[in-house]
């Protein structure tokens, strides 16, 4: 958090015991309540509500995006084209910007997505202790998005319009141990760009692989139909629920599996001996998903563990739970919003192939995972797509 610009005296009182506890609370610091009001807010109707809200933002957003109120095309030789990454990247923000914070911050900071997105490129320097004087650009741009966020907070409460109540009644968990303005909105960049970021690159993913593999469109379109039967907007639930769609659940868990680089990080408090290692007392460790996602000597995943195979959950179903899979961490900071964060990444895909015929723009090889660079949550492509989408009623296409 420190890194991240708050204040030492900040992270104590966050960190430190309550002052003002509400019913059920008493005893936490506001850090495990945030922890507590995130998964409220990402669980049942609550996620239902959100999720359905979010999946109404990706509509509205395809059906009326156009070349002129967009930032995403690209020149293409003498043509334009989408950016697969800038497209998703810039959808998925603004959708979970706009669900959690409401429309006033957009119209306070147009720009602030792409402030995120060129801030979460350049994140990995301050996980890794990066040397200050070397990350004057990442500085700037969280220096930049906290003061977007002070204004935001000045405004008062009914002015913001948020379907989330997650962000004001963690701002009244910070205000009640006595943070400043400046401080609230120290704590909410972080939750800003946590947010905001892994889930967009789960958007590019899922396009990408789908887009090399014609089948699995056929697989979400088949899949899906019924959850369009009473409206254009689908029914989230019905999507996210591997019961009624397992295939497109499972092609899910698979893009997880291999794009994520999620990084849990943990200090050591006291000597501890595992196997025969010796962890020492005030020593960091950094745990990497991805040595056990492709790992083949655990036999988790099997000897093809480095390959996609969009059926490789459904044919396991246990392999969701299997200990080897971790994308979202584990333990007490066991991600609170890999609920919506599928609910998310299943409405949006299955609104682009219902809605769109997509194609690569020109010929252009499945990208890389961006593994030269240190990641701590979802790996980006090391390349871009350029694509078309062609509307499937006939229209035009974006
Ligand atoms: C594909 C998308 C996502 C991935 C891969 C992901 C992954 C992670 C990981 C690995 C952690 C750290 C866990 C640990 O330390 O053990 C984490 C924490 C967190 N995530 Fe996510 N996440 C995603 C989406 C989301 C979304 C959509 C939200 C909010 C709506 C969210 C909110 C959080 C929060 C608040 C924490 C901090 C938890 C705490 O320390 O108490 N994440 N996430």
Same mark, same amino acid.
């Given at each position: ?5 708050? =204040? ?26 945030? +922890?507590? &009001? ?7 109707? @609550? ?17 009326? $995006? ?42 306070? $900071? ?18 890794? +202790? ?22 935001? !907070? ?17 701002? @009244? ?12 909105? $120290? ?21 990408? +692989? ?14 899906? =139909? &019924? ?30 599996? /291999? ?5 849990? &990080? ?56 299997? &200990?080897? !899979? ?12 890999? +609920?919506? =964060?599928?609910?998310?990444? /299943? ?8 809605? !769109? @015929? ?9 990208? =890389? ?30």
């Amino acid at each position: 958090m420190l890194e991240f610009g708050s =204040a030492q005296w900040g992270v104590d009182r966050i960190l430190g015991p309550p002052v003002t506890r509400r019913g059920g609370r008493q005893g936490k610091s506001v850090a495990e309540v945030a +922890h507590y &009001l995130q998964v409220q807010q990402t669980s049942k109707v @609550d996620l239902t509500c959100l999720g359905d809200y979010i999946a109404r933002f990706f509509h509205h957003d395809l059906t009326h $995006s156009t070349r002129e109120n967009t930032k995403f095309y690209v020149k293409n030789g003498n043509k334009l084209a989408i950016s697969l990454k800038a497209w998703t990247q810039q959808i998925f923000i603004r959708a979970g910007q706009d669900a959690y914070f409401g429309p006033k911050l957009d119209e306070l $900071s147009p720009d602030l997505p792409l402030d995120l997105i060129r801030f979460d490129e350049l994140s990995w320097q301050v996980f890794y +202790h990066y040397p200050l004087a070397l990350r004057k650009e990442g500085t700037s741009l969280a220096n930049k998005i906290r003061t977007a966020l002070k204004h935001y !907070f000045e405004l008062p409460k009914s002015q913001r319009l948020a379907k989330a109540w997650f962000v004001e009644a963690l701002e @009244d968990e910070c205000r009640g141990v006595g943070l400043d303005t400046e401080e609230v909105a $120290s704590q909410m960049l972080f939750l800003y760009w946590g947010i905001n970021t892994n889930i967009s690159k789960m958007g590019y993913w899922m396009i990408a +692989h789908a887009l090399f593999r014609p089948h699995l469109v056929d697989l979400i379109r088949n899949e899906t =139909a &019924l959850a369009f039967e009473n409206s254009d907007i689908p029914d989230g639930e019905y999507i996210s629920n591997v019961q009624k769609c397992p295939k497109l659940n499972a092609f899910w868990l698979e893009c997880l599996r /291999l794009a994520s680089s999620s990084t849990a &990080l943990r200090y050591v408090t006291e000597d501890t001996i595992i196997g025969d290692k010796i962890l020492r007392e005030g020593h960091t460790i950094l745990m990497s998903a991805r040595q056990l996602h492709l790992n083949t000597s655990s036999n988790a995943f099997g000897d093809d563990a480095a390959i996609f195979e969009d059926e490789r959950f459904l044919k396991n179903t246990h392999l969701e739970r299997n &200990l080897n !899979f971790r994308p979202f961490g584990g333990g007490k900071t066991l991600c609170p919003g890999r +609920h919506l =964060a599928k609910y998310m990444a /299943l409405t949006f895909v299955a609104q682009v192939f219902r809605k !769109f @015929d997509v194609t690569l723009a020109k010929d252009q090889p499945f990208p =890389a995972y961006e593994e030269d660079k240190p990641t701590i949550g979802i790996l980006s492509g090391k390349e871009d797509l350029l694509i078309s989408l062609r509307a499937r009623d006939g229209r035009q296409g974006m």
